[in-house]
């Protein structure tokens, strides 16, 4: 049995270690937001953050996650109200700023790539705080094992949405 950190939750895992990281969280732990999509890496649909990097969890075992933080889209706000230092109180009531720039940008339209995207973004702001388009268009097609594909056609939005993310945050997260 391992034992893995999902959303500052640790959690016991009792399937087989080289189980896919994906499946372990949508069909054991009911974590559901890391879609399946191409199961070969190939479209960042599975993407969640294993100690801030992204992966692909369709390609990842479980076991890679022993001793290591797991933070998915239902994470997303209490990882940015920890990194605030935000009570209680306030943590109830705060969203990550890229979720606050999604809604905010409309991104969605089927949804199905948008877990995966948000992750992305989420990662790119930590790491550059104030990313220009070149380097967003950059993150999101050659910093993976492969591009974020979405059939949809939302690109354009993720950029304005990223952009705006960045600047919620540059304000300490209000908008
Ligand atoms: S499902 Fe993992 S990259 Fe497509
Ligand atoms: S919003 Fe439909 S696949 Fe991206």
Redesign the pocket.
């Given at each position: 049995m391992l034992t893995i950190t999902v959303n500052g939750k640790k959690r016991e895992v009792h399937s087989p270690d080289s189980t896919p990281l994906?499946y372990v969280l949508r069909d054991e732990l009911d974590v559901n937001s890391p879609q399946?999509?191409?199961?070969?890496?190939?479209?960042?649909?599975?993407s969640v953050l294993l100690d801030g990097q992204e992966i692909?969890?369709?390609?990842s075992s479980v076991s890679m996650a022993a001793g290591k933080e797991v933070t998915t889209i239902e994470g997303l706000s209490a990882r940015w109200a920890k990194q605030k230092s935000l009570s209680p109180d306030q943590a109830a009531k705060t969203l990550h700023p890229v979720q606050e720039a999604w809604i905010e940008q409309q991104v969605p339209l089927c949804g199905f790539c948008q877990s995966g995207m948000m992750i992305k973004a989420t990662e790119l702001l930590e790491s550059k705080p104030n990313p220009n388009v070149d380097e967003i268009k950059s993150a999101f097609t050659d910093s993976g094992p492969s591009a974020h594909l979405c059939r949809c056609g939302s690109y354009v939005a993720i950029i304005e949405a990223v952009r705006y993310a960045s600047t919620i945050m540059a304000k300490g997260g209000s908008k």
């Open positions: 994906l399946f999509g191409c199961g070969l890496a190939q479209c960042g649909a599975c692909r969890s369709c390609i």
